[in-house]
């Protein structure tokens, strides 16, 4: 079946630092990729979704300059996380779409951000 | 704006009992559903898709149903085991563009051995 993978799965930075968090289909082409937030006990928010090649479209209240997303390739997007406060601590996933196969998403294995 | 509720938040069970999951969703228009499970600190894993035309999926232990018109969804476990301890999530692919999924917060099960 269709593998999505995130790296790193847990990082711990100082407040002020940016984290790049990469989102990568392993066995497939995926045209759209997008990203969640969950919070502890919360459900998956989405914060925006990739287009490869294009700018991604983010959701109300999600800040484009802080979060920012890149989908250069077919098998790769990225969320950095810009000057990262503890408020950004959470886990974030992100899933992809394999077009061969309708509208299914599949989930990374998600990471873990903590902010000092 | 399309709203999932999953009530109870939390579940415990003995082990070897059929329990039903509940699911309701405030806007029918919707494209398909799915049901996830979860497993503290991890991603998530899908367990069942169910289009809007169609009524119910299965796949081994697990039934879900769908009620578009009642804005309505139900994972059945069948037998259950102590392996099956895990957050439940319910989520609703809006018909449309980007294929946006709407979450609820997700059923927190522990079947007991």
């Known amino acids: 079946g269709a593998v999505v993978s995130q790296h790193p799965s847990w990082v711990i930075c100082k407040s002020g630092t940016s984290v790049k968090i990469e989102c990568r289909s392993l066995?497939?082409?995926?045209?759209?990729m997008f990203w969640y937030r969950q919070f502890p006990k919360q459900s998956l928010m989405l914060m925006a979704t990739?287009?490869?090649?294009?700018?991604?479209?983010?959701e109300q209240g999600v800040e484009k300059d802080k979060f920012l997303i890149n989908h250069a390739s077919l098998t790769l997007s990225t969320l950095t996380v810009t000057s990262a406060h503890p408020e950004d601590s959470s886990f974030y996933i992100c899933s992809a779409r394999d077009r061969r196969v309708g509208e299914t998403q599949y989930f990374g294995p998600g990471t873990r951000l903590l902010v000092l | 704006k399309q709203e999932v509720t999953q009530i109870p938040a939390a579940l415990s069970v003995p082990e070897g009992e059929n329990l039903v999951l509940n699911c309701s969703f405030t806007d029918s228009a919707i494209y398909n559903l799915q049901w996830f499970r979860q497993d503290p600190g991890k991603g998530l894993t899908s367990l069942l898709l169910i289009q809007s035309s169609q009524r119910e999926q299965t796949s081994g232990r697990l039934n879900a149903s769908l009620d578009k018109s009642s804005g309505r969804s139900t994972l059945y476990i069948a037998a259950s085991q102590p392996g099956d301890s895990a957050t439940y999530l319910c989520a609703v692919n809006q018909a449309g563009a980007n294929s946006k999924l709407t979450f609820g917060k997700g059923i927190t099960l522990s079947v007991r051995p």
């Open positions: 990739s287009n490869e090649g294009s700018k991604a479209t983010y």
């Open positions: 066995d497939f082409q995926a045209t759209t």
